[in-house]
């Protein structure tokens, strides 16, 4: 539990960061790149510089879900793009959220996992809380392209499915493995983002996307670490409604900002779920 709270702590720093970020840099794609990279050299420096390429059993597998998992990144945060311009904000950020439908179906499908009933009713408030707190009044937009929308969906809970995958199928030991080529096929497909975008990398870009980077490794790693001695089915709803618990706080109290009925109702709803699912 102690290794998903980091989790959740550092994720929510991460969209922190990013939300700061929104008024001093111009190329996101390219801040998004750098972001990658630290994440990358991160764990190349975790793992040791004469230990990166292994002959250790398993490193064909997580070399295999690597990749996957580096690509269904990208796929997430070019979606999420995509359905922005197309639907707005609201519908995209609660499709994305919600993507811990996939992952934790992906568990109990996939994994066997069995939760409990009091899990089952703290996972129904988690997704009713999550649909809450995104429903604004001023949500107008319609659903243009409803494939984009489920694509995003998809692709954001694979992306956080693929830990689960990892964690049930390769050593612990190889986990920096994992992410490095996890973050080095993200890095470069977001790289060929940027270059279509007709983006470049600034100051701005390189601090901003350094600074990302560090919480963006860590929460990846931690996550993977709770899925140890925790199922799926507890991890994946825990840490997306604890980081909107996080985030939604410090917005109200660092950036003072003002909460809806709807948004306070979500939070209590949110603090119901994450003690039902963590009995």
């Given at each position: 539990?102690?290794?998903?709270?980091?989790?959740?702590?550092?994720?929510?720093?991460?969209?922190?960061?990013?939300?700061?970020?929104?008024?001093?840099?111009?190329?996101?794609?390219?801040?998004?790149?750098?972001?990658?990279?630290?994440?990358?050299?991160?764990?190349?420096?975790?793992?040791?510089?004469?230990?990166?390429?292994?002959?250790?059993?398993?490193?064909?597998?997580?070399?295999f879900i690597?990749?996957?998992?580096?690509?269904?990144?990208?796929?997430?945060?070019?979606?999420?793009?995509?359905?922005?311009?197309?639907?707005?904000?609201?519908?995209?950020?609660?499709?994305?959220?919600?993507?811990?439908?996939?992952?934790?179906?992906?568990?109990?499908?996939?994994?066997?996992?069995?939760?409990?009933?009091?899990?089952?009713?703290?996972?129904?408030?988690?997704?009713?809380?999550?649909?809450?707190?995104?429903?604004?009044?001023?949500?107008?937009?319609?659903?243009?392209?409803?494939?984009?929308?489920?694509?995003?969906?998809?692709?954001?809970?694979?992306?956080d499915a693929?830990?689960?995958?990892?964690?049930?199928?390769?050593?612990?030991?190889?986990?920096?493995?994992?992410?490095?080529?996890?973050?080095?096929?993200?890095?470069?497909?977001?790289?060929?983002?940027?270059?279509?975008?007709?983006?470049?990398?600034?100051?701005?870009?390189?601090?901003?996307?350094?600074?990302?980077?560090?919480?963006?490794?860590?929460?990846?790693?931690?996550?993977?670490?709770?899925?140890?001695?925790?199922?799926?089915?507890?991890?994946?709803?825990?840490?997306?409604?604890?980081?909107?618990?996080?985030?939604?706080?410090?917005?109200?109290?660092?950036?003072?900002?003002?909460?809806?009925?709807?948004?306070?109702?979500?939070?209590?709803?949110?603090?119901v779920a994450?003690?039902?699912?963590?009995?």
């Amino acid at each position: 539990m102690v290794y998903l709270i980091i989790g959740i702590l550092c994720s929510s720093m991460l969209s922190i960061i990013m939300r700061i970020s929104e008024k001093y840099v111009k190329g996101n794609i390219a801040m998004l790149v750098v972001n990658y990279i630290t994440c990358a050299v991160i764990s190349a420096l975790s793992i040791g510089p004469g230990n990166i390429f292994t002959t250790q059993d398993g490193i064909g597998k997580t070399v295999f879900i690597g990749v996957i998992a580096g690509a269904l990144y990208l796929t997430g945060f070019v979606m999420l793009q995509y359905n922005i311009k197309k639907n707005g904000v609201v519908l995209p950020a609660t499709f994305m959220k919600l993507g811990l439908l996939v992952s934790t179906a992906f568990s109990i499908i996939f994994f066997h996992e069995r939760p409990d009933i009091l899990q089952i009713t703290g996972f129904i408030i988690a997704i009713a809380a999550i649909i809450l707190i995104n429903a604004e009044k001023d949500a107008t937009a319609k659903l243009d392209f409803k494939l984009g929308l489920f694509i995003l969906l998809f692709a954001a809970g694979m992306g956080d499915a693929m830990s689960k995958v990892f964690e049930e199928n390769c050593p612990a030991s190889l986990s920096d493995h994992y992410l490095l080529i996890t973050f080095i096929v993200a890095g470069l497909l977001c790289f060929l983002v940027m270059l279509y975008n007709k983006q470049k990398i600034g100051i701005k870009e390189t601090v901003f996307g350094a600074v990302i980077g560090v919480p963006n490794y860590y929460s990846s790693l931690f996550v993977i670490k709770a899925l140890e001695t925790l199922d799926g089915v507890v991890v994946f709803p825990t840490f997306s409604v604890g980081c909107i618990l996080v985030i939604t706080t410090v917005g109200l109290f660092v950036f003072k900002e003002k909460l809806s009925k709807k948004q306070l109702v979500s939070l209590g709803m949110i603090m119901v779920a994450l003690a039902m699912l963590n009995i």
